[in-house]
Antibody, heavy 119, light 110 residues
Framework: QVTLKESGPALVRPTQTLTLTCTFS??????????MTWIRQPPGKAPEWLAR???????FYSTSLKTRLTVSKDTSKNQVVLTMTNMGPVDTATYYC???????????WGQGILVTVSS | QSALTQPASVSGSPGQSITISCTGT?????????VSWYQQHPGKAPKVMIF???NRPSGVSNRFSASKSGNTASLTISGLQAEDEAEYYC??????????FGGGTKLTVL
């Protein structure tokens, strides 16, 4: 059974760096084809794809946010980490991690974590 | 990259069928047969209902079907049920291995 859970701060101050962790079970990120993606969804708005890290450590980033994002994996801990620098109020959103075997769809999602950016 | 275009809302009565459209460009929907559809109930994470244009994951009702023509994809839900009331998002693979989402369509079951 695949499960994913996001963790991190619920409140971040403007200009700070956000670090989120996705802890998963039911699969291994060393398995060929496994891809882990971060997505965010501002309140009342559509999801936005942020970044992806693959089993072979290939990494992909949103064109508009790539200068602020870093994604990494720790296969020994079954975790994927996303950092986003220079947070602002527009970055307030629910952040999700998701797993896929193809990268063409998002097959399993975590429950999400609401991150509010406010002073 | 701009978001894919979906109608803001659709509605239908129980038992009826509805179709949600998703319009992109020749760089996303038109270029790849990698359109997926997600259902999201309030306060919940999205759930994939369709992948690779017209494939249903195991466990998804066959009342959900989808297709693509040119730069437009469509999701059809037949035999509407109260539990289908949700927000629906389309997504397309684009260059750079990025997924682009639609703005979402709120389905109301009357």
């Amino acid at each position: 059974q695949v499960t994913l859970k996001e963790s991190g701060p619920a409140l971040v101050r403007p200009t700070q760096t956000l670090t989120l962790t996705c802890t998963f079970s039911g699969f291994s990120l060393t398995t060929t084809g496994v891809r882990m993606t971060w997505i965010r969804q501002p309140p009342g708005k559509a999801p936005e794809w942020l970044a992806r890290v693959d089993w072979d450590n290939d990494k992909f980033y949103s064109t508009s946010l790539k200068t602020r994002l870093t994604v990494s994996k720790d296969t020994s801990k079954n975790q994927v980490v996303l950092t986003m620098t220079n947070m602002g109020p527009v970055d307030t959103a629910t952040y999700y991690c998701a797993q896929s075997m193809t990268g063409r769809s998002l097959d399993y999602w975590g429950q999400g974590i609401l991150v509010t950016v406010s002073s | 990259q701009s978001a894919l275009t979906q109608p803001a809302s659709v509605s239908g009565s129980p038992g009826q069928s509805i179709t949600i459209s998703c319009t992109g460009t020749s760089g996303d929907i038109g270029a790849y047969n990698y359109v997926s559809w997600y259902q999201q109930h309030p306060g919940k994470a999205p759930k994939v209902m369709i992948f690779d244009v017209n494939n249903r994951p195991s466990g998804v009702s066959n009342r959900f079907s989808a297709s693509k023509s040119g730069n437009t994809a469509s999701l059809t839900i037949s035999g509407l049920q109260a539990e289908d009331e949700a927000e629906y998002y389309c997504s397309s693979y684009t260059s750079g291995s990025i997924l682009l989402f639609g703005g979402g369509t709120k389905l109301t079951v009357l």
